[in-house]
T-cell receptor, first 114, second 111 residues
């Protein structure tokens, strides 16, 4: 089973709808991240969380909110989706114990807002 | 904010040759720099890390250099293979918590 899972994998929605993207991990990592990826812009950080009670805004948090329901679950919400939120969304986790501080990414959610 | 430049044009090389990818940045140097590989439709996968006080790091056919004076990291794949074809992203890490990713360079290795 994958260590970091994201649901749904693909979603098409309409402008103004509320959308929730979910992320679960079995790695036992305390740190979790949400990114969006757009062609030519790379990965941009939306929100990150160091533990259940510690949530921080990233580079582009406007229009998004998050919830860390448990150490293993971190969800991203778009309260009122707009077309320029069409992108590929990635969840990632990170442990502070390893030597390389690498992030482990989920498979991504492709979101299209019409 | 930090600006990271990776060549947006794809790099096309012949199998067996060495591929060299570049990551340039502005502003102050990060605590360390990471390289990731991303295949189409999948999340990035970590490859290597190099710290600001390290000049070079190697792992099998991979080599990374880090020049804080030039504000540049080079990523080399020696004896490249078609299976190395992917997009490679660099990530700058500040204060061990803030990650900034480049947009990536696509590598095509032709047989």
């Amino acid at each position: 089973d994958a260590d970091v899972t994201q649901t749904p994998r693909n979603r098409i929605t309409k402008t103004g709808k509320r959308i929730m993207l979910e992320c679960s991990q079995t790695k036992g990592h305390d740190r979790m991240y949400w990114y969006r990826q757009d062609p030519g812009l790379g990965l941009r950080l939306i929100y990150y969380s160091f533990d259940v009670k510690d949530i921080n805004k990233g580079e582009i948090s406007d229009g998004y909110s998050v919830s860390r329901q448990a150490q293993a679950k971190f969800s991203l919400s778009l309260e009122s989706a707009i077309p320029n939120q069409t992108a590929l969304y990635f969840c990632a986790t990170r442990s502070t114990k390893g030597p390389d501080n690498e992030q482990f990414f989920g498979p991504g959610t492709r979101l299209t807002v019409l | 904010s930090q600006k990271i430049e990776q060549n947006s044009e794809a790099l096309n090389i012949q199998e067996g040759k060495t591929a060299t990818l570049t990551c340039n940045y502005t502003n102050y140097s990060p605590a360390y720099l990471q390289w990731y590989r991303q295949d189409p439709g999948r999340g990035p996968v970590f490859l290597l890390l190099i710290r600001e006080n390290e000049k070079e790091k190697r792992k099998e056919r991979l080599k990374v250099t880090f020049d804080t004076t030039l504000k540049q990291s080079l990523f080399h794949i020696t004896a490249s293979q078609p299976a190395d074809s992917a997009t490679y992203l660099c990530a700058l890490v500040y204060n061990f918590n803030k990650f900034y990713f480049g947009s990536g360079t696509k590598l095509n290795v032709k047989p």
